[in-house]
């Protein structure tokens, strides 16, 4: 069984930063993508970053250009984004997802993304 975690989430004040971390395992794919996404209450969950584990091409929706940064560790199993100058808008809960297509590259709709976590809370205060 393929089990994804999340972790790392919490409450900071505008223009703070945190950093979001996701664990992936079970799996015995050599190459595939690890997709973020987000929802905020009474909104549609959208992309925020991908990365596609071979060779670390990276994916940006446009409202987090230049402050969020996906990585992946040395491992490749886990994956982090770290968020900078957060603004209020960012607040939802921000999920953790792989995709298995072997494509070499990334999707960004979430249909395209098989196995998911439970999400992590992310709330920046004005």
């Known amino acids: 069984r393929i089990y994804v975690v999340e972790s790392g989430g919490g409450s900071v004040q505008a223009g703070g930063s945190l950093r979001l971390s996701c664990t992936v395992s079970?799996?015995?794919?050599?190459?595939?993508?690890m997709g973020w996404f987000r929802q905020a209450p009474g909104k549609e969950r959208e992309a925020v970053a991908a990365i596609y584990t071979d060779g670390g091409t990276t994916y940006y929706a446009d409202s987090v250009k230049g402050r969020f940064t996906i990585s992946q560790a040395n491992a490749k199993n886990t994956h982090y984004l770290q968020m900078n100058s957060l603004k209020p808008e960012d607040t939802a809960m921000y999920y953790c997802?792989?995709?298995?297509?072997?494509?070499?590259?990334?999707?960004?709709?979430?249909?395209?993304?098989?196995?998911w976590g439970q999400g992590t809370q992310v709330t920046v205060s004005s």
């Open positions: 997802a792989a995709n298995w297509g072997g494509r070499g590259y990334c999707p960004f709709a979430g249909y395209d993304y098989q196995d």
């Open positions: 079970g799996f015995t794919y050599s190459d595939y993508c």
